[in-house]
């Protein structure tokens, strides 16, 4: 249950990290936006440094920069996959990829299900699908390159997460310290490289410092709730995010929830609760 609670305190923060981090995007180029939440999540793990503890071992280095550079992969597909097109079609293959690999790894590594997780672990994933998905109308067929994309995308998510769990659990908040050093090494290599292409519009400071902190704090909370439960149970609850930036959408912007979300926030509920008894 503690396991469980984490998760969904991880896909509410990653949720609304990406809402902000996309109301930033809007005002300034991308990466001017990641500049800025970069930085602000490196500073929150140090913070959290003297509170958790960090172990800095061979092994919390080699994971934890494996994390970074899944991370900084995960940045590059997801965006590019939203730039080409259609976003109803292809988020919901990132998601579903994101959230399908951790299981994979969970149930292969020996985790074991009862009845009710037998049940409500496909439940999650149809919601995953569901949630991120829009209403679908009028879309345009992907390409074999937009759905390669989307593939890499949710791939690169998965094994940002995976690597993250295969840290020592001994290794406090080492591994997401090492991790977001590495992966802002390289957002800031591409922005320095790319500075004359990024645009003179200023980035929404306080926006994208605030999608940083979430991001850092849905990294801490997936941590610790794959220490104490399963990966299986933990990587489909956290990949519900979308969940997060749907209401939160239709809460500040008063964009339309459909038919076919709201069914998938019904799904995930009804998915949670039979996690929840497993």
């Given amino acids: 249950m503690i ?6 305190g991880s896909s509410l923060a990653y949720g609304c990290a990406d809402f902000l981090g996309g109301l930033g995007a809007r005002k300034a180029h991308v990466l001017r936006t990641v500049v800025i939440a970069a930085p602000a999540s490196l500073a929150v793990e140090l913070l959290l440094w003297p509170l958790l503890g960090a172990s800095f071992s ?24 939203l730039a080409i097109g259609p976003m109803n079609v292809l ?9 399908a690999l951790p299981v994979g790894v969970g149930l292969l590594r020996g985790e074991h299900l009862g009845t009710a997780g037998l049940v409500g672990l496909p439940l999650a ?8 998905a829009g209403h679908g109308a009028g879309s345009a067929r992907p390409s074999r390159t937009a759905l390669l994309s989307a593939f890499g995308a949710g791939a690169a998510i998965a094994l940002q997460l995976v690597f993250l769990h295969q840290a020592p659990s001994d290794s406090g908040v080492a591994p997401l310290i090492i991790g977001r050093a590495v992966s802002s090494a390289v957002t800031l290599t591409a922005a320095g490289l790319m500075h004359r292409r990024l645009g003179p519009e200023r980035p929404a400071y306080g926006m994208s410092a605030a999608a940083g902190v979430l991001d850092s704090v849905a990294n ?12 299986a149970v933990v990587a489909v609850i956290t990949a519900l995010y979308p969940a997060g930036t749907v209401l939160l959408a239709r809460c500040v912007l008063a964009e339309r ?21 497993t």
């Fill in 58 to 81: 061979a092994a919390t280095l080699g994971w934890g920069a494996a994390s970074g550079i899944a991370s900084a992969a995960a940045f590059a597909l997801l965006y590019r996959t």
């Fill in 91 to 99: 988020s919901p293959v990132t998601a579903l990829v994101s959230a």
């Fill in 125 to 132: 994933l149809v919601a995953v699908v569901l949630v991120s």
């Fill in 220 to 231: 801490l909370l997936f941590l610790l709730a794959a220490r104490s439960g399963d990966l």
């Fill in 257 to 277: 929830i459909h038919r076919g979300q709201f069914v998938g926030l019904g799904t995930a509920a009804v998915a949670v609760g039979l996690l929840a008894l």
């Fill in 3 to 8: 396991a469980l609670l984490l998760a969904l």
